[in-house]
Every structure is written in C-alpha cells, then in structure tokens.
C-alpha cells in the first residue's frame, strides 16, 4: 500500500494517483518533478469535483442508494473534455436511464404484439375498465402508461422538434397508409400547434378517463401523430396495487414508423416484465418476428418474458385446441432463442379472453340494447359447454361469473400477483443489480478500449517520430555532402580564378614585351 503524503489515504501499490484527493504518489519515480504537475492538478480538481457532485439519495433501499452514487460519478468522469474523445452516446444514455429509473422505482410492465392481437383489450381488462382504447383501427400510435393514483389524470407529453424530424425521416417503404392517413386528416396544418408543446397535465373524473384520452390516443384525430407518450393515473385500482407498477402499451415493433418502433425496443429492454400478446388461432410470421425481437432485447432475463394467446374463445373447440396449439408454441418457443427450457416456456406462455371477460365484468350495468348486443358471443362462447339451446338462453345472466373463469383472465391476475405485483420491490432490485453491472462492464470495456486506442495512437506516434528521425538524420547527412561537395567545389573554383589570373598575367606580359620589341 501507499500512503498518500497530501491526504493520508492508503492507495494500492498499482495506483499512481490517490483515490481520494488525486495527488502524484510515485514522485521518486519521476527525475523531472515538473512533467506529473499538470496531470497531478487535473487528478486533483476531478477528485475534488467528484466528492462535490450532488446526491439524492434514494430512501427505498440502501443498495441502490450506493448503485446510484456510483453511477452519478461515472456520468460525471464520463463528461470530462479528456474522456469525451471517445463519447458513447448509447452507453451515457444507459446511466442517465438507470439513475432515473433508481429515482422514480418504477416497475414497468410492458405489452407488446402486433396490430390488433388484443393487447389493449388485456390491459384493460386488468384494469378492471375500458380506459385504453379498443377500436377496429389500429390506436396505440404513441407509448401509453396506465398507473395506480390517489387522483385521476391524464398526461401529455409532445415530441420536440429534433424528435419529430427523426421520427419523419425513420419512416419505412411500407408508410404509404400512415402518409395517407396524415394528409387526410390535414395533420400537417396541426403539426406547428402541437410539436415542441409544454406537456399537458389535466386531472379528470374517473368517468371522463376514456374520453379525455381520445385525441391523442385516436387515429382519428390529428393531434394523436405528434404525441410522443401519455400516461394515466387511475384511482380506483385495487388498494394492493403499488403505484410503482405501470402497465406500458406499446406502438409494437412492426410500426412502419421506425421511431415508434425504437421507443417500443427500449422500453422492452428496461422493463421489469413484458407481456406479448399472439393470436391463439395460429402464431403468424409477423407475431413470430416480435416473439423472437422480444426475447433478443430480454437475453439477461427470459423469465420476464410472458407469451398470452388471445382471442381463444374464437377457437373452434377452445379446450381441446387449445392444448394442441399450447404444445405447438411449447415447442416453438423453446431453444436459444427463446425460453431456456420447456419448463420455462410452460411457466410464461398461457391464454386469455380479455374480450368476453369484460363483456361478462360490464355486462350487469349495460343497456338493454348493449346486453342485446353483449349476449350474442357470449352465447357463442357458451356453446363451447352447453348442449342445451333452451338452457344454455336463460344462463347467459346466470353464468358470467363461470365465463369470467373461463376467460384465463383470473389465472393472469394471478400472475401478475404472486409473481410480479407482490414481489416488484424483488424483481426491481435483481434488474437494478444486472443493469448496474452491465453499466460496469461497458465502462470496463470502454476504458480498455480507450487505452488500447491511446497505445496505438502512442505507437504510431513513435513509429512516426522514429521515421522523423530517420529522415532529419538523412537530411543532415546530405546537408552534409551539400556543404562537402560546395567546399570542393569552391577550392576548385578558386583554384581555377588563381590560374586564370596566373594566365592572364602571363598573356599580360606576352603583351607587353610584344609591344617594346
């Protein structure tokens, strides 16, 4: 160990700065004491501005109070001018991502499928009411948070300017529809009145909920393409709802919108859990695609990754057809690429009817004319348990309770529960502590690179110097063949001007001697 001689701190012997004031602590190792006083003096501001950095310190739990202030001075050292020569944009978003997530302790529950698999029906009927919308068009254009709270609200949030010019260039060949759509609902003569626009925050009626969510969740409505997020606070979930948990649906990932689609990806990536929603009729290519997506963004933890085929009362015999196609996705799912093991994959994929369990939850406060309407697939769905036409007309009423059973959708409150609601504060930390130590290994990593960066740089620049030499001691030594071949020459120049004057005295001579005779 070394102690430092400025603060007293024991170093290890590897180190040559001390960890706590940033001091020199090899200066016997150093003949010219004035080559480590600049970097001494950059060490000791950076350490002096670390122990100043501010700290909120997060009262829910003591290790990820110490995780987050690690992290902040990595965002700190992670800024400074010398280390910003190799700035990693998507590493520095990571931290900043992490800290906020610390912050807040949000448990995000994301959902996720492809266009009308039934993930918005789902969500509400684990929200116990229709709040997201259900519409036969596609709705979930911007990413939409349902959150438990003492008060009902809704808000807004818009994309800025520089998000938006992203998100227009990221359009796909297949964006024909969405340009379509947008010039005929004349968006374009919106779109300055709502880009770069202050989030709104309203708080509303439970009843109003639905309503007020409308132009900006509707395709319908102009305003709905330039809202980048909204979120719902709901206050009559049940009391042993954590209001950390939010449930998240998502654009999904075959938005031909390719922004959309990216803000999906990284919501995937942070969640504590995601919930894909598949057809039971028949897993297609493109749900296939998202199922494969999802699992690559959720490599660190399969586990969090639950697979719901929906609409399964539209199978011919639910029960029996069921199981085949259970067995099928069991198989299917099961490698690699997906779940580890068949035990997993039996564990994490189940079905629901999210559609009759919420005709059956309303059922008793509709309208004549709406339970008219209602009746009809729910005596279809019965037909599945019923022999009886006579009988099974007079239990429609009397048998909610055993087709809300029947919906799956009881067995998925369960899951939610005594896996994931119950125990958040659990799961949050396993996932606080694998992104803690993903951050490290990149930082690690990072590091590495940049030395090896540097080394190279270092070796090309004595590569460099050495030719600089090789080539000023060239110069010299043809400066000096320059400055020998001018002394001969000039010697026999002089040697040529002495006979030339010895000559010309003679031929002088010769004249004069001429000239008497």
């Known amino acids: 160990m070394i102690k430092c001689k400025k603060c007293g701190k024991q170093n290890k012997d590897k180190r040559f700065f001390c960890a706590k004031c940033g001091a020199f602590l090899k200066e016997e190792s150093i003949n010219e004491k004035g080559l480590i006083d600049l970097p001494e003096l950059k060490m000791m501001r950076i350490m002096e501005n670390l122990n100043e950095i501010p700290h909120s310190k997060i009262v829910w739990d003591n290790i990820v109070d110490n995780y987050v202030t690690n992290v902040e001075k990595y965002c700190a050292l992670y800024e400074i001018d010398d280390i910003r020569e190799n ?32 993930k918005s029906t789902l969500i509400n009927a684990l929200l116990g009411k229709n709040y997201a919308s259900m519409s036969v068009t596609p709705e979930t254009a911007a990413l939409t948070k349902f959150r438990s709270s003492e008060k ?38 919106e779109k300055d009145k709502w880009i770069g626009h202050e989030e709104i925050f309203n708080y509303v009626s439970n009843d109003m909920i639905e309503e007020e969510l409308k132009p900006w969740t509707s395709s319908q409505c102009a305003q709905h393409y330039f809202v980048k997020e909204v979120e719902v606070g709901i206050s009559n979930l049940p009391k042993e709802f954590p209001s950390q948990v939010v449930f998240v649906d998502t654009p999904g990932l075959s938005d031909p919108v390719a922004y959309r689609s990216e803000i999906t990806r990284n919501y995937i990536r942070k969640a504590n859990a995601v919930f894909v929603c598949v057809e039971a009729q028949k897993l297609q290519q493109a749900e296939l695609e998202t199922l494969y997506s999802v699992f690559s963004f959720s490599s660190h933890n399969k586990k969090k990754v639950h697979v719901v085929a929906t609409h399964w009362d539209t199978l011919n015999h639910p029960e029996e057809d069921w199981e085949q196609q259970r067995d099928y996705m069991y198989n299917q799912l099961t490698g690699d690429a997906c779940y580890d093991s068949r035990e997993m994959a039996m564990s994490n994929i189940t079905y629901a009817s999210a559609y009759i369990y919420n005709l059956c939850r309303d059922f008793n406060s509709m309208e004549s004319n709406e339970q008219k309407k209602a009746k009809k697939p729910l005596r279809r769905f019965l037909d599945n348990y019923e022999d009886d036409p006579e009988e099974r007309e007079m239990k429609v009423s009397d048998e909610l309770e055993f087709m809300m059973n029947k919906s799956n959708i009881p067995a998925i409150f369960q899951i939610l529960e005594d896996r994931l609601v ?32 540097k080394g190279e740089l270092m070796k090309t620049a004595q590569a460099d110097l050495a030719k600089r030499r090789e080539k000023v001691e060239e110069n010299e030594k043809a400066h000096a063949e320059i400055l020998k071949c001018q002394k001969q020459l000039q010697a026999y120049i002089n040697d040529v001007d002495k006979k030339t004057e010895n000559n010309l005295k003679k031929i002088l001579a010769a004249m004069d001697a001429s000239q008497k005779s």
């Not at 997530?101 to 266009?115: D, K, M, N, P, W």
């Not at 490290?440 to 690179?449: G, P």
Request: proline share 0%; hydrophobic share 35%.
């Open 87 to 118: 700035y990693n944009q998507s590493l520095a978003k990571k931290m900043y991502d992490f800290l906020n997530l610390c912050r807040t302790s949000e448990f995000q529950i994301a959902f996720v499928g492809t266009i009308k698999t039934g």
């Open 152 to 189: 009902d609200y809704v808000k807004v949030v818009f994309y800025t300017e520089k998000e938006w010019e992203k998100l227009w260039k990221s359009m796909t060949s297949g964006a024909d529809k969405f340009k379509e759509e947008y010039k005929s609902l004349n968006a374009a003569a």
């Open 422 to 453: 119950n125990n958040y504060r659990e799961v949050l930390l396993k996932d606080l502590e694998v992104l803690y130590n993903d951050i490290q290994h990149n930082l690690k990593r990072a590091v590495r690179e940049s030395r090896a960066l």
